[in-house]
């Protein structure tokens, strides 16, 4: 009987193990969401209902915060703006990094492989370090609360050069070599064979750079001056100064500017797996 539960892979021990796990996961994720549903929660109370009653839930929701802090501020210009720049930096880096990562994956050239290690060096400096002297060249330019300023510095992501070259080497040279004898060119080759194949790839790029322009703060924050320039994620943020730190308002705000983001995440999961996957290729 003991070989027979051991085939059949049960006994209680197991039951308990995979109800155990379920329990772990189910904590996880209820701890992963809890920040987001207290936000939720905050967005339809009161100003004095956040800090007086000590309420998880509001007690009456307060649907209207959600039209009142869109309008308090220009959100309709936020959003276009952060639209706008999360476009353009997805051309960018999916523009450059499948050029870049082709050359690194399949053309030779003097020094190719130390080139590759300095893009990935890059990886390990903090972006704060980076921040003034980013700011200093935009400043230089005069493009301090431009589009201009906004986007030229994130149109190159190393990280998507790194997954495209890891993408491109999974792929057969045999197609390459084909196209090479009936005499193709390697911008051809690049565009009719490599780059089609990589549509994957393409896709999980694509998804993370707008993902990451989305939410990006700080540089928003440094390069903008003016309201008509600003995104959404700074937008939110001014509720601390107009409103003396309006909870509901600033909460209402930013459940808006997550849910292009939670469902685009919905549709799209398979593309976050393979991103994971692809940077364990060598």
């Known amino acids: 009987m003991r070989d027979v539960r051991r085939r059949a892979g049960g006994g ?4 308990l193990g995979k109800g155990a796990r379920a329990l772990l996961l189910a904590a996880a994720c209820l701890a992963m969401a809890a920040p987001f549903l207290w936000m939720a929660a905050t967005s339809l109370m009161g100003q004095l209902e956040v800090f ?36 353009v ?8 990094a499948t050029t870049a990562g082709y050359a690194f994956a399949r053309l030779e050239f003097p ?3 130390r080139v590759f290690m300095l893009f990935l060096a890059t990886m390990m400096v903090p972006v704060v370090i980076v921040l003034i002297p980013r700011f200093l060249m935009i400043d230089a330019l005069g493009w301090i609360d431009s589009y201009q300023g906004l986007v030229s510095t994130e149109l190159v992501s190393v990280w998507g050069i790194f997954l495209m070259r890891q993408y491109f080497r999974t792929v057969p040279r045999e197609l390459e070599d ?9 911008l051809r080759i690049f565009w009719n064979v490599a780059l089609p194949l990589a549509k994957p790839a393409v896709a999980t790029l694509a998804l993370f750079a707008f993902i ?14 003016s309201m008509e320039m600003r995104v959404v994620e700074v937008g ?4 601390h100064s107009t409103y003396e730190i309006n909870w509901p308002y600033q909460m209402a705000a930013g459940v808006v500017a997550v849910l292009p983001i939670a469902l685009l995440f919905l549709f799209t999961q398979r593309y976050f797996v393979r991103g994971i996957q692809l940077e364990g290729i060598r």
């Not at 000590?54 to 039209?67: D, F, H, Q, V």
């Not at 084909?178 to 390697?186: I, T, Y």
């Not at 939110?236 to 509720?239: K, Q, R």
């Open 212 to 225: 990451d322009a989305w939410k990006n703060f700080l540089w928003p924050l440094l390069v903008t001056r």
């Open 178 to 186: 084909a196209a090479r004898v009936d005499g193709a060119g390697p």
């Open 111 to 113: 020094g190719r492989d």
């Open 89 to 96: 930096v997805v051309a960018g880096q999916v523009a450059t």
């Open 12 to 15: 209680p021990s197991a039951g």
């Open 52 to 87: 007086s009653s000590g309420r998880l839930l509001p007690e009456t929701a307060l649907w209207s915060n959600y039209p009142d802090a869109l309008t308090a501020q220009p959100f309709a210009r936020y959003f276009l703006n952060s639209l706008l720049f999360a476009a």
């Open 236 to 239: 939110i943020a001014a509720f």
